[in-house]
């Protein structure tokens, strides 16, 4: 056993998670929840709902669930909440984004219908391709919006009488920028919110505005959001956890699965084409260049850091890799991703693998917005604080410490993961040395 293990507070009372962005992800997350808990689902994707930990050795045939071996609050314990500028309740948000079948949700319709959006913050200028929403805050200043932010978050807190709170940023995807002056630490931000300043985003004044309200929060989208060293600042002085960046799921989830794998046989990459259709809402933000690049860069990332190219030049250096996303209305949720490997094998010989992965993307990341809320209330009561690099496995971006490369092989991710929750409840860490079967 660990020598200290640190307390954590148990998961009384109810959990609200309030997801800014009530489209296809949020609402299908929800309705899947809701469904659960009824008894008339399961809850297939979600690791804190379905996973078991192996503790101690192999022979010890110890092998809990998850959630009975950490203290996670319970799904009868949820309550949802969120913000969007379309102020459809999140039973008509999910039968426009059309991802669940209308006998699922109709057997859920009461609950969907009281989730109400709250109206959003939101600019055009940094979501470029939606049209006729219809609740939009207006204030002075982007301080003044956050401080109407916490005013809801403080509302939702007393009316579902929630005993903690957790916000994961379900919304569209911003604009690619790069961090600013205004960015780099908490005096300046606050600043730019009271000016204003344009290179503040909407989902920047929502983390903001959690983190002021002693809430944790997560980042599904790639924007920065909280991955900025004011963001940081401010979560590590209100001892908050945060984590992001883009759900991991879809294309580049296999992309994490299949990489690791060649390289851990050391063949040789020469070339990865992606390329996927899709046709929801965000399918169609993400037909704006501008929000393009954001997932561009979140999704191109991840080989770099699996293959290492610096340590590997003759299997990885020259690897041509592309990515694209193209909007097709008559796929709706059910996105197509394509994938064509060029590969290298002994004496350099060609090979290649194509992938076509017939995906339904709200269906994989609902489960990780679930997982994602128990795990960061897990960690606020834990009285763990900053970036939570232990959740990596839910992230095509994983955000980390500054400087630090991230690592996004799937299973380097899971078993850290893993090893964190055995650290939290003070079991020993496993290596997987295996030696000690061996011994006398
Ligand atoms: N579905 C997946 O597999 C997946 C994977 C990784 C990341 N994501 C990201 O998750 C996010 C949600 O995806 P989705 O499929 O639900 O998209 P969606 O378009 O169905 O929903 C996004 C919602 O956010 C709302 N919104 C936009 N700006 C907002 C703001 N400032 N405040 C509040 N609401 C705002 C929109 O009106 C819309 O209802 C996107 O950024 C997407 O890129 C999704």
Not at 82 to 97: I, V
Not at 127 to 133: A, S
Request: net charge negative; glycine share 8%.
């Amino acid at each position: 056993m660990a020598e200290t293990v640190p307390e954590v507070a148990p998961a009384t009372g109810k959990l609200g998670i309030l997801t800014p962005g009530m489209g296809a992800v949020a609402t299908t997350f929800y309705a899947g929840t809701l469904s659960i808990r009824k008894g008339y689902s399961q809850p297939i994707g979600s690791l804190t709902q379905m996973g078991h930990i192996r503790l101690g050795k192999r022979t010890e045939k110890r092998n809990p669930m998850i959630k009975d071996f950490v203290p996670l609050a319970g799904l009868d314990d949820l309550e949802f909440g969120g913000w969007d500028p379309y102020s459809d309740d999140a039973y008509t948000s999910a039968m426009k984004a059309g991802v669940l079948q209308p006998a699922h949700l109709e057997a859920i319709g009461e609950e969907l219908r009281m989730i109400q959006p709250m109206p959003a913050v939101f600019s055009p200028d940094w979501v470029k391709r939606l049209e006729g929403y219809d609740q939009v805050k207006d204030a002075r200043t982007k301080m003044d919006l956050a401080e109407l932010l916490m005013e809801d978050i403080e509302r939702f807190r007393t009316q579902h009488e929630c005993e903690r709170l957790v916000m994961i940023w379900c919304g569209s995807t911003e604009v690619y920028r790069e961090p600013a002056a205004v960015h780099q630490d908490l005096e300046a931000f606050e600043k730019g919110l009271k000016i204003s300043d344009p290179n503040i985003a909407p989902s920047q004044i929502y983390a903001y505005a959690a983190l002021q309200a002693g809430v944790p929060f997560a980042n599904g989208a790639p924007n920065l959001t909280v991955d900025f060293p004011a963001m940081m600042e401010l979560a590590n002085l209100r001892g908050l956890p945060i984590c992001g960046k883009d759900f991991k799921t879809g294309q580049t989830l296999i992309k994490t699965m299949v990489a690791p794998g060649l390289k851990a046989r050391m063949l040789g990459i020469k070339g990865w084409f992606s390329t996927n259709i899709l046709g929801n809402r965000d399918g169609e933000v993400l037909d704006d260049p501008e929000s393009f690049r954001s997932k561009e860069v979140s999704k191109l990332g991840v080989l770099e850091t699996i293959l290492q190219p610096e340590v590997y030049p003759d299997l990885y250096s020259d690897l041509y890799h592309v990515v694209r996303i193209n909007y097709y209305p008559p796929r709706g949720d059910d996105k197509e991703g394509w994938d064509n490997i060029d590969i290298v094998g002994w004496m350099g010989y060609p090979m290649q693998i194509k992938i076509d992965f017939l995906c339904k993307d709200s269906i994989l990341a609902a489960p990780i917005v679930l997982d994602l809320a128990l795990f960061l209330d897990l960690a606020a009561r834990a009285g763990k604080s900053g970036v939570q690099e232990w959740l990596s496995f839910y992230f095509k971006s994983p955000q980390t410490a500054p400087g630090l490369y991230p690592e996004n092989d799937l299973f380097i991710q899971s078993t850290k993961l893993k090893n964190n929750l055995r650290a939290l409840m003070g079991e020993e860490l496993i290596t997987h040395l295996g030696t000690e079967y061996y011994e006398e």
